[in-house]
């Protein structure tokens, strides 16, 4: 194993570091990495105050950061990444909420300024906000969102950055389709034995099938197979049987997943 925490004849930090946290019993990490004539240099990895958590994995240049970093929460799930250049962000950089859902995306130029794209987003995931940046100045439409996805407000930007316009809109519910309740209170007779009045239940052919009250309830070409009846008809309707559903086209009746028995 090659020697680390070393010091050169002049006294300043030299090769692999690990540094820990000090008036502790325990050895708890707090950094470790590459010291050149005293400077950080390289790949550095910081830690959580567990000491085994990664907080931040970047890397520095003459002890400042430059280069790709990535940051975490205590919990692991990554907090931001981007890259650094002359103590600036440079080029795409990224937050996230602590559920890992995304929470802002955003461009930098080379001085380190937003540019283009940028967003915001609620920790559901939906976009919160969003507008555009042209050489320090916002350009056209800041767009606001509840956090159900509904346009919350724009204010318009002229190309000079001055406001031109702004709406405000009202919270819109998100509707959720119920299903209507069928009555099938007088459903067909089971057809593992349909009532037929004596008359011979064809599997491939026409067919009448009565009721308890022996009033004819269905009839029609009707072919049995292993998920049920496919019935042929010129009406368009949803009959429920035997807690089954049916339903019928045009022409033809399809069984949606039940089996009859």
């Known amino acids: 194993m090659s020697a680390q925490n070393l010091k050169n004849k002049e006294g300043k930090k030299t090769g692999k570091w690990i540094v820990y946290k000090s008036g502790s019993s325990k050895k708890i990490k707090?950094?470790?990495?590459?010291?050149?004539?005293?400077?950080?240099?390289?790949?550095w990895l910081k830690y959580h105050k567990d000491g085994k958590t990664i907080k931040l994995s970047g890397s520095y240049l003459n002890n400042r950061p430059d280069g790709d970093f990535i940051r975490y929460y205590e919990n692991g799930v990554i907090k931001e990444k981007g890259s650094f250049s002359k103590e600036n962000y440079k080029g795409e950089y990224i937050r996230y909420h602590p559920n890992g859902n995304t929470a802002y995306i955003g461009n930098y130029n080379n001085s380190g300024d937003e540019t283009g794209l940028i967003q915001f987003f609620h920790k559901n995931g939906n976009l919160e906000l969003e507008y555009t940046v042209k050489n320090k100045i916002i350009t056209g439409n800041l767009n606001r969102y509840f956090e159900n996805g509904n346009l919350q407000s724009t204010i318009t930007f002229s190309s000079?950055?001055?406001i031109s316009s702004t709406k405000t809109f009202a919270k819109k519910e998100v509707v959720v389709n119920t299903p209507i309740p069928v009555d099938n209170s007088d459903a067909?007779?089971?057809l593992k034995n349909p009532?037929?009045?004596?008359?011979?239940?064809?599997?491939?052919?026409?067919?009448k099938v009565y009721n308890e009250n022996d009033e004819i309830w269905m009839d029609g070409i009707s072919?049995?197979?292993?998920?049920?009846?496919?019935?042929?008809?010129?009406t368009t309707e949803m009959v429920f049987y035997n807690e089954c559903l049916f339903i019928e086209t045009e022409?033809?009746?399809?069984?949606?997943?039940?089996?009859?028995?």
């Open 30 to 43: 707090v950094e470790e990495g590459v010291f050149v004539n005293g400077r950080k240099e390289g790949q």
């Open 160 to 162: 000079s950055g001055k």
């Open 188 to 190: 067909l007779p089971n």
């Open 195 to 207: 009532k037929t009045k004596g008359i011979k239940f064809l599997s491939l052919g026409y067919n």
């Open 223 to 234: 072919k049995m197979a292993n998920y049920g009846m496919v019935k042929y008809i010129s």
């Open 251 to 261: 022409n033809t009746i399809q069984m949606d997943n039940y089996k009859l028995f």
